[in-house]
């Protein structure tokens, strides 16, 4: 029988309650219409740059779907029934757009649409995309010009990808399109594979795990594997058979033999596959993305291994923020024929072993004969390379003492020549960030940054004291001469969403200000042509008052916080007031106090938390909290910094007016929740808490956690003391604890709320206890939404108002 309750545990000073069937409840209505407005259409582009696509997201399921039948193995979570991945993202529906004049194009769907994001054939002319059925998931293919879409009747695709050592930590989708925008790579379940492996009735015997001396830290993985059961399944979900799909004719050549593939990507001229194959012995320590791999090129047919790049052993040895040693991040280089790359460790891929450069770009043109050539040495560690045209690259490494992440150009052509250096920032900088590269589809489909000579197009969000400014930059690599081509003015906000020509003056744009919802535009020079004209999503959101508020620490690091305030509050009124937060370290007190995440002059769309302010809150949100300090050192005093900036954020809002000291509240989730329970165990600034998710309990997770590099044994007291569960005694201050019971993140395994409870209630506090029916780190049902805001207003109504 299918759950539809949530578990409540509830104690307070004088009684326990015990309820194994609470039904679903709903917050107030303006925050339940609000819940389930829809969310704000996506765009894609395609390669011709004369079409779009509108995609409307699934928001939130329903809790029917989210507790369907799931299985977590590896660190993948499958849907059993559709042999893809559980709770995939989805859309409702797509909408084509003509660019030329903004004319609509009617798309025919299937019915009850399911929807992956769409694939565009290299030419735009089509696009490929999937639709769930109850079955299984079918591939689609649908015409630009009218919208007229078909299935491909026999191919049902394998989305079940386990991660790889590929460039960007994936190896392409399930459905990949080949240059001749005729043909498709699909990954699809193997015809007639026979049905799925069968639990034993009774065990064969116990299970055992040895170690054998040798150190194997790990960070503490869920949904590993835990029997030879389930690594039957696994064998049996991931495995796929890979073919050419014609997407005229329908027929399809299959390529190679089933198997467990995390990496199948053509050369450029498709005379060459590279690819990453799993295999056993698999890990009931690590997830799939650390097993053993055969990493080789196969000829176009798949019926010939043409070269064999690795054969990388199971990384179970890996240090603490290490990497793997041998081969890693491989990839084509998309101006040549068929040029691979590489990065390999010169460290033994050990960050605390002191050597000259950390790693090595290697590359091996075909035929492959012969040995590869090394290309550049790289000092600190490799973070990725973006090829340019004309033999050059930008290459980003990273320095994790100083927490410098630096961006050099090379000359691929000219192994061993010096790198210029183009941007040196840290991290945490964001006021810095000079942007990201923009990319097109060239020929053939190949991947590529929009270049001109020299020059590249650089797009960011423009982080300032007074919020993010989003901007679009022409860069000249050799001299380092930047030219503003766009950005965002002081009456609005507006984000680049994709470039229309090569030369950065035709721009697709999703515009935004506190009275107009989003909507895109098309903006040639000071010309600027709506595309769509949304109305705003959130029932109620008009006239919410938006504020940046900046203020100091009591050590002057500064600070800065969002304030939300309803539409009719009038100045001088006391609100009960929540403050929602996040904890992120920082090595020196200037990034700290940058403001980032601000779009002051967006449109009042209220996400979750925000909803608070339809039922008469004043919300702070994402007050800073930051944690300063060296990086291998910064959490030695946490709970000081963290107390710091509470204590600031709440003076703050009771000297504006709209604050009562006594009817302020505290909330987060994962690290916030974390946060929260560590404010209400070492001060009394705040009234209530709600704690979502988080982990209480350092020595669980003895490995390390968020940006802390030493191991419990390294630093045991600083586990302790940051440990809110070691001082569950001191909690008196009411505490809802919420946690999902299928929590799939790191670290934050359910039992860390349910201990917490325990201690809690032990030592005589107030607690209350809901686990969520099949809800992972992140939350999904709809059902699980509204009871989770429902729950939450509730606590904050009894202790705030």
Excluded: C
């Amino acid at each position: 029988m299918r759950r539809t309750t949530a578990t409540i545990l509830l104690v307070t000073s004088s009684a326990l309650i015990l309820t194994a069937e609470f039904p679903y409840q709903k917050p107030p209505k303006a925050v339940a219409d609000a819940l389930h407005a829809s969310l704000p259409q996506t765009i894609t582009v395609s390669p011709a740059r004369d079409h779009a696509i509108l995609l409307q997201p699934v928001r939130y399921p329903s809790i029917a779907e989210v507790t369907q039948p799931m299985l977590r193995l590896a660190g993948i979570r499958i849907d059993s029934n559709t042999n893809g991945l559980h709770l995939a993202p989805s859309y409702h529906s797509f909408a084509i757009k003509r660019l030329s004049d903004g004319a609509d194009v009617p798309v025919s769907l299937p019915k009850e649409p399911k929807l992956g994001a769409p694939v565009w054939s290299p030419d735009g002319k089509t696009f490929a995309f999937t639709n769930t059925t109850a079955k299984g998931i079918e591939l689609w293919l649908g015409t630009t010009a009218t919208g007229q879409t078909r299935r491909l009747d026999g191919v049902v695709v394998n989305t079940v990808r386990p991660g790889g050592g590929g460039r960007g930590g994936g190896g392409g989708g399930a459905v990949e399109w080949l240059g001749d925008s005729k043909t498709i790579l699909a990954h699809l379940v193997p015809a007639n594979r026979g049905p799925a492996p069968v639990e034993p009735a009774a065990p064969k015997g116990p299970k055992v795990q040895e170690s054998l001396g040798k150190a194997g830290p790990a960070p503490t993985y869920e949904d590993l594997l835990a029997s030879p059961h389930d690594e039957d399944l696994f064998d049996y979900y991931a495995t796929a058979q890979l073919a050419y799909v014609d997407t005229v004719t329908g027929k399809s050549r299959l390529l190679g033999k089933p198997g467990i593939y995390s990496i199948v990507r053509p050369s450029p001229d498709e005379k060459h596959i590279l690819t990453s194959r799993l295999h056993k012995p698999y890990s009931y320590q690590l997830p799939a993305g650390s097993f053993p791999q055969e990493v080789e090129v196969w000829d176009a047919t798949g019926t010939k291994v043409e070269y064999k790049l690795a054969s990388q052993p199971l990384a179970e040895r890996i240090p603490l923020a290490g990497v793997r040693t041998g081969p890693r991040s491989y990839d084509w280089l998309q101006e040549k024929s068929a040029t691979l790359t590489w990065v390999e460790a010169l460290d033994g891929g050990n960050p605390r072993e002191k050597v000259p450069n950390r790693d090595r770009i290697l590359s091996h043109a075909a035929p492959f004969q012969g040995e590869p050539q090394e290309v550049f040495k790289v000092k600190n560690r490799f973070q990725g390379m973006q090829p340019l045209v004309g033999g050059k690259a930008l290459v980003e490494d990273y320095e994790r003492t100083s927490r410098v992440v630096r961006t050099m150009l090379i000359d691929l052509e000219q192994p061993g020549s010096e790198a210029k250096v183009l941007f040196s920032r840290n991290e945490r900088d964001a006021y810095k960030n000079p942007g990201t590269p923009v990319g097109k589809s060239g020929a053939r489909g190949r991947r590529q940054v929009i270049q001109a000579g020299d020059e590249i197009l650089l797009s960011g969000a423009g982080s300032s004291p007074t919020g993010d400014h989003p901007f679009l930059d022409k860069f000249n690599v050799a001299t380092g001469k930047r030219e503003r081509v766009y950005q965002s003015g002081a009456d609005a906000y507006e984000v680049v969403e994709a470039v229309l020509d090569d030369s950065g003056s035709r721009l697709l744009t999703k515009r935004e200000s506190p009275t107009e919802p989003p909507n895109y535009f098309i903006r040639t020079g000071s010309t600027v042509k709506a595309l769509t004209n949304f109305k705003g999503s959130t029932p109620g959101a008009a006239g919410i008052k938006k504020q940046l508020v900046t203020y100091k620490r009591a050590d002057g690091v500064p600070l800065s916080f969002t304030l939300y305030l309803p539409a009719d509050y009038k100045q001088g009124t006391k609100l009960p007031s929540v403050m929602w937060a996040y904890p992120y370290e920082f090595s020196d007190n200037d990034t700290a106090g940058q403001v980032t995440g601000h779009a002051a002059q967006a449109f009042p769309e209220l996400n979750y938390h925000q909803l608070f302010v339809l039922n008469g809150y004043a919300v702070i949100d994402n007050a800073a909290i930051p944690i300063v300090g060296d990086p291998d050192t910064v959490n030695n005093t946490y709970v000081e910094q963290l107390k710091m900036g509470a204590q600031a954020a709440v003076d703050k809002a009771v000297e504006m007016g709209f604050a009562d000291r006594e009817k302020i509240g505290v909330f987060g989730h994962s690290y916030g929740a974390f946060m929260t329970a560590n404010l209400l165990a070492h001060t009394n600034i705040f009234k209530a808490g709600v704690a979502e998710s988080g982990a209480y309990n350092r020595t669980l997770t003895p490995f390390g956690f968020q940006a802390e590099r030493r191991t419990f044994w390294e630093a045991s007291d600083v586990y302790t003391k940051m440990s809110p569960f070691w001082y569950a005694d001191k909690i008196k201050t009411p505490i809802l604890l919420i946690h999902g019971e299928a929590d799939d993140n790191t670290g934050t395994f359910p039992i860390q709320s349910e201990r917490l409870y325990s201690a809690v209630r032990g030592n005589g506090g107030i607690v209350r206890l809901v686990m969520l029916p099949g809800e992972a780190h992140s939350y999904r049902g709809i059902e699980t939404m509204e009871h989770v805001l429902w729950e939450e207003i509730t606590w904050f109504d009894k202790y705030l108002k």
